[in-house]
């Protein structure tokens, strides 16, 4: 579970409240109460099947950043219309804003999903396997890719 504005908290409330309420006093412990409380209602309500997928890559060394981010992006929205099957997925994808500085990966792909089964699909599908194989991989960096999909 992601944070956000309205309290949901990605701890369990008691956890919550043995890591906030030990350092804070007054309405601040209050505050964290009224937080675990409501993650603790959060809990129980029944998971959100949504599913966010996150890659970041890192290019070799010699490629064209710009030409290779160019390549990337032209493959990424080119593949839904290859998947007529993953239904809902939204992909949002660029290269590095350059702000950063040294040790930024080159290239983002954050991608929702409706449910852990379209992004089984998506990630299984010969369109998205040629494109990792003849696309991704051969600009790759050694360990230039890192990925996590979580629930949203």
């Known amino acids: 579970m992601a944070w ?6 990605p701890y ?4 919550l409240m043995r890591t906030m309420s030990g350092r804070l ?3 601040a412990a209050q505050h964290a109460r009224d937080v675990a409380a409501k993650a603790g209602a959060a809990a129980a309500a029944p998971p959100t099947e ?17 030409a290779t981010a160019q390549l990337f992006a032209e493959g990424l929205r080119a593949l839904p219309a290859k998947m007529p099957e993953v239904v809902g997925a939204e992909f949002v994808f660029g290269p ?8 930024n990966h080159d290239f983002v792909l954050v991608a929702d999903f409706p449910s852990a089964q379209a992004y ?14 003849t ?3 051969p600009h790759l960096a050694r360990d230039g890719r890192s990925a996590i999909q979580y629930r949203i």
């Open 50 to 66: 949504k599913l966010r997928h996150v890659v970041l890559f890192r290019f070799k060394e010699k490629v064209d950043r710009e």
């Open 135 to 137: 696309v991704v991989k």
């Open 4 to 9: 956000s504005p309205s309290g949901a908290a």
């Open 120 to 133: 089984k699909t998506y990630a299984e599908h010969p369109a998205h396997r040629e494109f990792v194989e």
């Open 12 to 15: 369990p409330p008691d956890m």
């Open 96 to 103: 590095d804003g350059g702000v950063g500085g040294e040790g």
């Open 25 to 27: 006093s007054g309405s």
